[in-house]
């Protein structure tokens, strides 16, 4: 018995492109949405499974919401997946009843959202596939990863978990976050999400394995965000032909365009510029000392009236006005 899964990462579907994108970023995610349905035809997988951040809102218009309707009716197989934190209105939950995602899982037979981490589906009763959604306990004390209640002690079929969470390989400059290293978890393989870069496929030495190749889109134009690949993940789970129980594979997306292509980075890059520069001014006004040099504002600006041909009588007002602040 065989029983074969396809996972993506986030999706962030929505009507509108991203600031930093060149291209259409609703087409180009619709491509790749019909790419991962035509892959999981020729690997005949069992399910398609989601981390969450179905949409890149809460609420999207009714012509968004219906224009993936008509996508995802297109899927050859169930699509399973969670409540991400852009998928709810202030990451409550309870408020699901009254979002898009809500409406999409209304609206398309192959979608289910579970929300619930002790809810298993089981297939051909061989895998139990349980889904931890985001919330306020997300990541604190490791919350997140591991299936719950009855769900989390079956120990006859192959557990598989599936998570919105802040799960990385590396300690962050922030503080909500849950390393792979030290997660605990009674699943044998964990999908997460959230983390749009990801991390790849993470086997630790006690045999569970820690899986996110990334966002299934390129939201912002970082560097790492040019040079990832766009990839899903294929697990076959047959404890006849592996010795280990599963077997995973990363397939890169063909339809996924270069992020060179896709990708504007002169805003970003202006916006490094302008905080170099800030940087720079901040440094000018700083003694030897490290205290703060007093600035004669009258001096600068009467300065900057000089270089621009300001009117006496402009400069006069300007003066005024700035005194009647520091009054």
Sequence with gaps: MVVKLLEVGDIHARGTSPRNR???????????MQEVFKLA??????????PGDV????????AVLLDFVNLFRQSPVPIFTTAGNHDLPS??????????????????????VINDPSEAVVIKDLVQLTFTPYSGKMDVAGYGYSPEGEAAERSDLFKIHVSH??????????DRYTLVQEVETEADVVFCGHDHTGFGIFHRQD???????????????SVTEMER????????????????????????????????????????????????AMEQFSALIQGNDGEAVAVNVEQMVEMIAKRESIAPEVVALALAKIEQQVV
């Design 229 to 276: 690949p766009i990839q899903a993940a294929l697990i076959t789970v047959d404890p006849e032909n592996y010795e280990k129980g599963f077997d995973l594979e990363a397939i890169t997306l063909e339809s996924a365009q270069p992020g060179s292509q896709i990708l504007d980075r002169s805003g970003l890059e202006a916006e490094q510029k302008r905080q170099y």
């Design 22 to 32: 060149l291209d259409d970023y609703t087409l180009a995610l619709k491509r790749k």
């Design 91 to 112: 990451y409550n939950l309870e408020t699901y009843y009254r979002t898009s995602l809500h409406l999409l899982e209304m609206l398309v037979p192959q979608l289910r």
């Design 207 to 221: 045999g569970r394995t820690f899986v996110n190749l990334g966002s299934l889109t390129r939201l912002s134009a």
């Design 165 to 174: 969470g802040m799960l990385l390989d590396h300690t962050p400059p922030f």
């Design 41 to 50: 035809q020729v690997h005949q997988v069992d399910a398609i499974i989601c």
């Design 55 to 62: 949409f890149d809102s809460y609420q999207v218009s009714i």
